[in-house]
């Protein structure tokens, strides 16, 4: 199937919704520099049913697209590219991105309508973009010219580094995720050397471990995807 060509105003809402992020490695991108990433990758189109079984499995709906803002993500290039074409199992990790990727969407189309919608927005927005095709302007000097526009990581001073989790073993793993326990209580952890910025506790700045929308560090509820 033909791979979708992102309209100008499309990678805007998308860019726009997600506060200027790379949604792969949390790091502030500018809007030239940005690519659109599928979280469910396009190639799932070629497989005859893979869509509705992942529209099943993955407790997405019916009504899911491939092609839709609930699984458009902005990112680098370079973040594009290391994460290929990998389809990435049901893990309760995978579930909560796209459950915030779905959480944005509406904002991000609705983005997307309005700079559709002004002529004036939508205008530049598109010779923007064509000059970018034609090289009549490099990307670097876009950014060094749109540098201010970058905004400011969700998670201030994110770091990844993976914190030690202390007092707490792993009773198993897989798919980049944890099952831990301290004897009383269990939890989730990433297991990946430079976790997702989701996994970020917004109260005490660890990685959880998590039970539910609870971090188990410091035992403040919060929506760790936000
Ligand atoms: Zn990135
Ligand atoms: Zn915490």
Known sequence: MAKHKFMAAEKFGVWH??????????KPIAYPQTTVDHVIPESVEDKPGLLDEIRRTYGLGPEFEINSF?????CHGNCNSSKGKRLYGPSP???????????RSDSAAKIARRTTEDR??????????SALEANVITREELVSLLGDLDHQP???GAQP?????????????GNGIATVTDGRRAGIAPTDPNPHHSWRCPTCGTYGPWNGVVCLSCGQMSEPWD
């Open 17 to 26: 919704a997600f506060d200027g992020q790379c949604f792969w490695c949390g």
């Open 70 to 74: 609930r699984n458009w993500v902005p």
């Open 93 to 103: 990790a995978m579930l909560a991105l796209l459950d915030m990727v779905g959480r």
């Open 120 to 129: 004036e927005k939508g205008r530049i927005l598109g010779k923007l973009e």
């Open 154 to 156: 969700l998670v201030p």
């Open 161 to 173: 580094v993976l914190e030690l989790l202390r007092g707490w073993t792993v009773v198993r793993g």
